[in-house]
């Protein structure tokens, strides 16, 4: 293995979730007012921390979203979760195989805590992280595209930043990655290839990548 760490994203990745969120995410900033289609929350807000959203909204419009946005939001997420999230196809198989080869792992999402380990209890994630394998953007003061959550990972993991390599499916997170100064694989099931500029290499299918990051 040619890293010490792999520090996966969540949402898209690990777990499919990103088709799910970004939904209703477009819904529910367009029932108040702000008309935002699934295309425009892949693009504006995939990857990206919840700060995110309400900087964006206030930004464009002068509006702040309302101060339950959050919760509310998060409910149906959660909601919608328990009712259709699965993992990525390929991603148990790629756990299992760093386990079995000794090589550390870790998730470092912009999702909360809670978000994460729902997501991972819901589709069978759970028994591969424990709490000190769990980074969240709520964890720094900072989200993707700042380099702080991955720095902050690979220094609870005990990894320099050349060591590590990052696994992420979204442009913002791929940036985060690159300015950490960290190698990147990109993921593009969901994300054309063209929006991952600078990630170090680029694959389709989650069950390749123990085989890629062992080449």
């Keep these: 293995m040619r890293y010490d760490l792999v520090i996966f994203d969540n949402d898209g990745v690990l777990v499919d979730s990103e088709p799910i969120s970004n939904r209703l995410l477009a819904g529910y900033l367009t029932e108040l007012g702000h008309p935002t289609s699934y295309e425009d929350s892949l693009r504006d807000y995939m990857g990206g921390a919840m700060h995110r959203v309400h900087d964006l909204v206030l930004e464009r419009t002068g509006r702040r979203l309302p101060p339950d946005f959050d919760d509310v939001f998060h409910g149906r997420v ?3 979760f328990e009712r259709e999230l699965e993992p990525v196809p390929g ?3 790629v756990l299992e ?3 079995a ?7 470092a999402s912009s999702g909360s805590h809670e978000r994460i380990r729902m997501g991972h209890r819901k589709a069978g994630l759970g028994r591969w992280f424990d709490d ?8 720094v003061g900072r989200g993707k595209p700042a380099p ?4 902050h990972a690979a220094a609870r993991m005990g990894v320099a930043p050349e060591r590590c390599v990052v ?3 979204s442009p913002l997170g791929v940036r985060a990655a690159v300015a950490a100064g960290m190698d990147v694989y990109g993921f593009t099931a969901m ?3 063209g929006k991952l500029d600078g990630a170090t290499r680029l694959f389709a299918d989650m069950g390749e990548l123990a085989d890629l990051l062992r080449g």
Excluded: H, M, N, W
């Design 132 to 139: 000190e394998r769990i980074f969240s953007s709520q964890d």
């Design 97 to 99: 195989k760093l386990a």
């Design 78 to 80: 959660f909601a919608a």
């Design 167 to 169: 696994v992420e499916d």
């Design 191 to 193: 994300t054309p290839a």
């Design 148 to 151: 702080d959550l991955f720095l």
């Design 101 to 107: 080869d000794g090589v550390a792992y870790c998730v």
């Design 91 to 93: 991603a148990v198989d």
